[in-house]
């Protein structure tokens, strides 16, 4: 496994000034009011880390959006992508290119069960929705159901099959996406007080739905294999294989959203590989070549191929399978085997990161659950840990989200670029990162949580004693 020294930059605060006031004038950022804004002039990253005009390092335990599963500037995928760009920088998605190829096998080899023919895509939303678009054509049935607790991407149905508030502004009541409960324990819907009842109970739930919804009418039900942005929410034992009956049972397309959980981040090539379970799709994108050129895909099954080799697929992309995607697809699949990066996020999950967050738990009022493996965790931050109730309220902004923000402030300023959702906070460094980097992150996220607990009933109640 490479780990690099982050190389030490010169501070050029000029140059910083400069390239914040060229966005500001003319960069237009997604999911954000542009005036309430200030984002922050990056100058380099190398490995785990990046830092800023002013000389600020910062340790990226947010993977950027979970996507730098290799770090930063890996030199090998960097070597890679020049060479690309030096033989082939783009052809037509219609031609047989070499690199388009392996990387398809590459892929191919490490999907579960026969899901071998792969479509590219250039991001992980354009793979949902083609998953979709194969899923109704497949069954001529117009549903797709998804979890409340998700997040699928932007494109028009993935937006509608996101279960998250950014799902509402966009959402037009029309597209045929239905939501339901996945399983959660820790704020179960289910009134269960074990994961095997969770599981059970979320399991009926789902066909209760589908009962309600019509059977017949369902293409496909899609579900993250671990909820990301949700809160790093691994489904109990035995949930993932029930719906796979239930599809079997009903003729429904299974679909599971590797996009965030692929590519070692849950400590195996995909999260699929921890439940034994084969879906019909797998939507792919960020690890695959940790976003250093935008690609994403779907594995498609031997059975869903097979309707379209007499029957054009109506879909594609201009960019779909671009070279310079897929050469550094290649090199990312062929570095993480030969420096095993994805038994290197186990072992950092098992080893380091699991042990470190449970102990902060039983010493921080406001962590009220830590779920999560490999390099893929999150803490669930309370007001109360009897009650159980969010350190901030669902979706909150301005003032009801200061604890969060305050929380997000500490670690920045110890260093540590954070994961924040809601009441969360996530973990989920680069795969291959060093021991010794996880304990220097974990130490700072220790330290900022002690201003979230300054948010919570213990330490109002100790204020009043």
Not at 112 to 131: H, M, Q, R, S
Not at 427 to 456: F, R
């Amino acid at each position: 496994m490479t780990s690099t020294s982050p190389r030490t930059t010169v501070p050029d605060p000029a140059a910083g000034e400069a390239v914040r006031a060229a966005d500001r004038a003319h960069v237009f950022h997604s999911w954000s009011a542009q005036g309430l804004i200030e984002p922050l002039p990056v100058a380099g990253g190398e490995g785990s880390y990046f830092w800023d005009y002013e000389g600020n390092r910062y340790l990226d335990f947010s993977s950027q959006l979970v996507n730098t599963n290799i770090g930063h500037q890996h030199p090998k995928v960097v070597a890679a992508i020049q060479e690309q760009a030096g033989r082939m920088c783009t052809m037509a998605p219609g031609f047989a290119v070499d690199v388009r190829a392996e990387a398809a096998r590459l892929v191919a080899e490490r999907t579960p069960g026969d899901l071998d023919k792969i479509f590219w895509t250039n991001g992980g939303a354009e793979a949902v929705e083609n998953a979709v678009r194969m899923a109704k054509l497949h069954t001529g049935r117009p549903k797709v159901m998804s979890a409340y607790r998700s997040y699928h991407g932007h494109t028009a149905a993935a937006i509608h099959l996101t279960g998250d508030p950014r799902r509402w502004a966009n959402d037009t009541g029309a597209a045929g996406a239905v939501h339901f409960f996945g399983p959660h324990l820790y704020r179960s819907h289910f009134y269960a007080e074990t994961e095997e009842q969770e599981s059970r109970r979320a399991l009926a739930h789902l066909e209760e739905t589908i009962a309600y919804e019509g059977p017949g009418t369902i293409a496909a039900i899609i579900l993250e294999t671990i909820a990301g942005t949700a809160g790093v929410l691994v489904p109990p034992p035995g949930y993932l294989a029930g719906v796979r009956e239930i599809c079997d049972r009903h003729g429904i397309v299974f679909i599971l959203d590797e996009v965030m959980a692929g590519f070692g981040r849950s400590g195996a090539w995909f999260a699929a590989d921890h439940f034994g379970v084969t879906p019909d799709l797998i939507t792919f994108a960020k690890g695959v070549n940790s976003g250093y050129v935008p690609l994403g895909g779907v594995a498609i099954s031997g059975e869903i191929a097979a309707r379209f080799d007499r029957r054009p697929y109506p879909g594609g992309l201009t960019y779909s399978g671009h070279p310079l995607a897929c050469g550094s697809a290649v090199a990312t699949i062929n570095t993480m085997a030969e420096e095993g990066i994805v038994e290197n996020s186990a072992r950092i999950g098992e080893s380091v990161i699991g042990p470190a967050l449970r102990e902060m738990a039983e010493r921080h009022p406001s962590v009220g659950e830590v779920r999560g493996m490999g390099t893929f965790w999150a803490l669930d931050l309370v007001r109360d840990k009897a009650t159980r109730e969010p350190l901030v309220p669902y979706n909150a902004s301005g003032p009801d989200n200061a604890p969060m923000a305050e929380f997000a402030a500490a670690c920045k300023r110890g260093g540590l670029w954070p994961f924040v959702n809601m009441n969360r906070t996530h973990v989920v460094p680069p795969c291959n990162i060093s021991e010794s980097e996880a304990k220097e992150g974990l130490a700072v996220l220790d330290e900022a949580l002690s201003v979230a607990d300054a948010h919570t009933a213990e330490a109002g109640a100790s204020a009043r004693g």
